[in-house]
């Protein structure tokens, strides 16, 4: 690239309300528009602004200024030549006016000896795919200290004119502030120059922007109906923004009294359709009627959803009004959305010694008097058809045990009202486990990750049926190898279109059989992929353990946009729309990804009680241990003082058993994040650095009617 000399100005600022001239400063700026890089079409050009500790307007400068305020936000651009007229910014984008005014403001009150910022323009014309598109793909990067775009969703762009009247026009700074999409503040470093950070910047974004954000033409905006929506307001916004960044209406339809239903929260929505909820058979048609109802039907492109019990009856409504289901027809879903049909469908798949279906005890055991009278099925897996969240899964060791484990289950009325009376055992599958996501569009993997789900305290070989499968540690990326990474996306996909679906977001969950690694305990107590001892003696092979149509939870849409630059509900919006331009545009990642290492660590109790601990157990830790709290970059308090912590022995109630979930990322090393990962687990359960921070050995055992202290997290059991 082509090394751009920079060019001095300066601005004179408004420092206070009013209109009495003195108030005016003068801000020193160099600045510079940056060389494109021909070879790439990225879509965009920066100019760097540099802007140095202001002085007072002098005499001589006082005249030639016109009168001001502050509420205008006037902002003039002195000529270097004295005695030309100063310029006026533009007002045609007062968003760019407020935000230059910020950073020299808060120079002019700081001790800072300069302020760097970058500033991105448009070298296309066209729609912006997404209206905050670099906030997304800035997030956690170093050399950002605020991110800023300028423009609403579904903005058209007009195209910056790098050559005005002629080769030899100077490009003019002030008539172009109009144009920008996007303003970057660096971060203060004492290691680095403003020049270079904005420089490390401007590689960032060269990694970061890697597809085409200005679309040709115009979208329009569209509607999509959600199936139930976000249970709760304080994790509901990354689902929320996503929508409204992209220029999508939703509408809610959900039970009467939900949390979007207030019309304080109105504007969440395009409208809330209230319905009774029941997963029975009439769901979708109610849905359906509910749209009808409305008169809002003929606007909906699209009916979603984030949960498993209502995929089928939203694909469902959509039929009924005739919008196409073609990408993702309701018995994919049905197929997906049922283990055992999952299991049979999937002939590719090793096939199991054991596999049962069952809706009572009497069928069970009828089914267990035809196999071998033998301890070398067990030990098997049982659960529900139609569960989630590991609810009511088990892992059980001899007949006597399972008998006890369903019997309990169909005991529990809640549990079978929620996820049905079919059952499945099946046998327990060794291997390493691994969550795979994709993101499908006309049947064409667009985007996949795989994450190591580390051991949960079921995994154990001697573990007993109250022992839980719930996740204890996420890693992302996968440490698989590569003939094994590439062996679980070709056997997941193959599945995935078997069962008929062609666009969508798939959160699947699988097993490599044989694999030549294996989770191991190193010695220094952390949980690590190593390889296997003794080496397997056949080759790979993919095992599926469930298909869930829909993106993975919240926690683990975080360290995907940190690593890889992809949101996962953009994702799911855009398929369920069939926006093509803007499925391929947003699901492309980083052009170096992974962009450093995640692990995903969750807090649990292996007690039920109440959460008697006032302060947030996030905030509490990273307050406690500020070191690891420079690796934290989301984290997700999910119990407050008064809570009931259901007791995971139970069974009942887990589809949330969190107490808490933390992302630690390193920029450098998996090893450095698994190292503050299991520091982490130490210093928030007071025992071993175990991935599983729930199990016995972290926690303490038994402790039923006394306090149990994780850390500093107190715990009252109450024996339930």
Known sequence: MVQIQYSSCNFAVGTAKGTEQADLVIVPCLWKLNDTRAD???????IDLIFGRSTPVQDEQRSSLPAYTIENLVLFLLSKQNGKAPARIPTENSAVLKFL????LDLHNSQETAAAVKLVLPTKTGTIARSNYFETRLEQCMFADSVESFWEPLYEVTKINLLQDGTDSPFSLSSHLSLVCCGIQTKFSANHSSTESLDSLEDELYNRISSEWILPGKIERKVIAFLEGPPKQETASTLLDAAKYLGID????DYAGHWMERPENSHFCKAFLPIDMTADVHLGPRAAQALL??????????????????????????EILGISTKNSPPNAFRIATDKYLTRTFDTSAPSLPVCLKFSDVPTLQHQLSQLPDSPSIFPLVVKP????GSEGVSKVQDVDSLLACVESWYALEALSYRHGRAMCAETYV????VDANFILFDGEVLFFELVDDFPCPADQPDAVASATFVEGGMFYPSALPPAEHALVRQSIHASLLKMGFRNGVFHCEARVMNSTVQHSTRPDGLIDVLPASPAPSSPPAVFLLEVNARPCGLQGIFPCRVTHGVCYYDALLLCAL???ARAHALTRPFRHAPLGFCELVYISSPVGGVFKTAEPPCEELMRRVPDLAEYVVAWWNLRKQGDVVPDPGTKRDVLQPWIAAMVVRSGSSREDALVAAGRMAVDTTGGAPSRQVSSAVAFGSGLFGQAVVTGRIVFTSNGY
Do not use: Q, W, Y
Request: a negative charge.
């Open 250 to 253: 939703l509408i809610i339809i």
């Open 40 to 46: 790439d079409d990225l879509n965009f050009c920066t």
């Open 293 to 318: 109802d409305s008169g809002l039907a003929a606007e909906v492109s699209a009916i979603v959803s984030c949960r498993d019990g209502r995929l089928v009856h939203a694909a469902t409504a959509m």
């Open 578 to 580: 069939n926006d093509t």
């Open 101 to 104: 005014l910020k950073v020299v």
């Open 385 to 388: 058809c139609h569960g989630g």
């Open 430 to 433: 060794s291997g390493p486990e």
